[in-house]
């Protein structure tokens, strides 16, 4: 462990913050994510993991104006606070989207889902165990009871393009699936980041 803070000491002193291979993270555990989180807390920032810079990437790409809200004004783009460390661990979900200012938010955490969506809970998992093809409506409410997490991180790793994506977080908020709070101040009492 102590070798490690002192590689990234250094990387910090040439490079002006600090970053993690994927090699890196895959090793960690939460403990070790803890550690150097309180190590350099108050004065490192962190890059983004790569995998997550492709994310960011296509999110330019097919959601320029979210892009835009969270980076455009960052003199560093894709340096973030060391306290987000752990969403890059094993079975984190990345980068938190659920800040956002001029556009509408849309992170869930398992709190977001209505009690007709823990209903349907069981026989999703059923389906997923079985391998059965699930739903949007049935994929996401397993993806967000597994860990919070934003819409656009979902669409990237199940190929939905972006506005059906939304159509379709519209059409669980009508069926009373999920609530969706697309205000940052509304989002404040869900956050478990």
Same mark, same amino acid.
């Given at each position: 462990?102590?070798?490690?803070i002192d590689l990234k000491e250094r990387m910090l002193t ?8 994927? /090699? ?11 550690? *150097?989180?309180?190590?350099?807390? /108050? ?19 097919? #959601?320029?104006?979210?892009?835009? #809200? ?9 340096? *973030? ?17 659920c800040d956002l200012i001029n556009e ?7 709190? @977001?889902?209505?009690?007709? +969506?823990?209903?349907? %809970?069981?026989?999703? +998992? ?14 996401? %409410?397993?993806?967000?009871?597994? /860990?919070?997490?934003?819409?656009? @991180? ?10 059906? +994506?939304?159509?379709? *977080? #519209? ?8 609530? @969706? ?13």
């Open positions: 462990m102590q070798n490690l040439e490079k002006g913050y600090i970053a993690f291979s994927a /090699g890196e993270l895959k090793k960690f555990n939460t403990i070790t994510a803890r550690n *150097i989180t309180d190590h350099f807390r /108050g004065r490192a920032m962190m890059r983004l993991p790569e995998e997550e810079i492709l994310f960011f990437d296509w999110l330019k790409k097919n #959601d320029k104006a979210v892009w835009v #809200d969270l980076w455009q004004d960052e003199e560093d783009a894709y340096h *973030i606070s060391i306290d987000f460390l752990h969403h890059f661990l094993k079975h984190g979900n990345g980068f938190p989207i509408d938010n849309y992170w869930f955490c398992v709190r @977001h889902i209505k009690p007709k +969506g823990m209903e349907l %809970l069981q026989d999703i +998992g059923d389906k997923a165990k079985n391998d059965k093809p699930l739903s949007f409506a049935e994929a996401f %409410l397993l993806e967000v009871v597994r /860990g919070s997490t934003d819409l656009w @991180h979902f669409c990237y790793r199940y190929d939905v393009p972006v506005k059906t +994506g939304k159509s379709k *977080i #519209d059409d669980m908020n009508h069926d009373d699936l999920l609530v @969706h709070l697309p205000e940052r101040e509304d989002l404040v009492k869900y956050l478990d980041i």
